[in-house]
């Protein structure tokens, strides 16, 4: 079928008109300018089909990387050796189970066929995001779940075994912290993977934002563990961490903004349900407020319980809100033909 006009001749106009701006109203860097799709398109319908995923698979999105990310955390901490250590390597090992079990759930209920995920296990295709993934998961799940089970019977003190779990626990948590790695971005290597534009318009930005975003929660939640245990060392260590992969998260989060800009693709987060999600919980709640809610509290000289507790909660929660509206925003850009069209111009795709 023939269009009126040649749409890949069509690279659109440079909007001069204002300075970009993230989704939350921020003027961005003068040089840059978002390129504006005026081709035609198809009578206004979508040229792509939005995917099917939904609230469902980005919680298992968020609940798989915060596993993850534990696991490795909790791997660092007992290679490191310090007793202060041992309650966040229990409890991030056992934060990583508590992901195993509760995101296989989510994944088969988001996949719409609770078989997809199995007929997936039958081969190994290193071209496929899914099979990789599926295979990820299930390595993740295997390692996490004995890494755990044998700390749990170690705490147990099952003698005269008590060594063996031990030495079982900490041989195990070396694959189970590669898998967690992989936990942790493979998922964006999925939606990235998909030709829907706000997923495949930054792969490699969507994955280190998602590991970066990972690694801040589920520090920030082990932190608080520690505060709980009132292992403090353990708890400032933790949060000094989680203060770096929070400053990575928003240094990432600035690049894709301005791919997003460029390949013109960032409609869907200028949409009023989005942009206050979008800027307003994943970046102000999800980086802002705990970067200086963290260096406030650094400031202070003696570290506030309640700005650590508010800082860490805030991450969380912005990790979670940021898989949400990652989701919902891309399938909405799937909708716009002309973010589609505006990101596979010449010289524009991925």
Do not use: C
Not at 101 to 117: D, F, N, Q, Y
Not at 133 to 149: H, K, P, Q, Y
Not at 209 to 230: K, Q, V
Not at 319 to 325: E, P, V
Request: charged share 20%; net charge positive.
């Amino acid at each position: 079928m023939s269009y009126p006009g040649k749409i890949d001749a069509v690279s659109g106009p440079l909007d001069r008109s204002e300075k970009p701006r993230s989704p939350y109203g921020r003027t961005g860097d003068s040089a840059q300018f978002r390129r504006v799709y005026d081709g035609p398109t198809y009578y206004g319908r979508n040229t792509v089909k939005p995917s099917p995923f939904d609230w469902k698979i980005a919680t298992y999105i968020f609940v798989g990387g915060l596993a993850g990310a534990a696991e490795i955390i909790a791997t660092l901490a007992d290679l490191d050796g310090d007793p202060e250590y041992a309650d966040t390597v229990r409890q991030g090992r056992y934060l990583a189970l508590a992901g195993t079990i509760a995101g296989p759930p989510l994944l088969i209920a988001g996949l719409h066929t609770p078989s997809r995920w199995f007929n997936m296990l039958r081969i190994f295709r290193a071209t496929s995001p899914m099979s990789i993934g599926s295979w990820i998961l299930t390595a993740f799940g295997g390692f996490a779940t004995v890494t755990a089970a044998a700390h749990a019977a170690d705490d147990a003190g099952w003698r005269p075994r008590t060594r063996f779990f031990r030495k079982a626990a900490r041989l195990m948590q070396i694959p189970a912290a590669i898998a967690g790695a992989g936990m942790s971005v493979y998922t964006a290597a999925l939606l990235a993977a998909t030709s829907t534009p706000l997923w495949a318009a930054a792969p490699r930005l969507l994955a280190a934002r998602f590991g970066a975003a990972a690694m801040a929660a589920a520090s920030a939640a082990l932190s608080l563990g520690a505060r709980r245990r009132r292992r403090y060392a353990a708890a400032e260590r933790l949060e000094d961490f989680f203060a770096l992969a929070t400053l990575t998260e928003a240094l990432i989060a600035r690049n894709a903004n301005t791919t997003f800009r460029e390949k013109g693709v960032d409609d869907a987060l200028h949409m009023p349900r989005y942009r206050a999600a979008y800027g307003g919980g994943a970046e102000l709640l999800g980086t802002a407020a705990p970067l200086g809610l963290y260096v406030l509290n650094r400031l202070s000289g003696r570290r506030s319980e309640r700005l650590a507790w508010a800082g860490a909660l805030a991450a969380i929660a912005g990790s979670a809100i940021l898989r949400l509206t990652i989701m919902y925003a891309g399938n909405e850009s799937a909708r716009r033909p002309e973010s589609y069209l505006a990101m596979t111009q010449p010289g524009r795709s991925p």
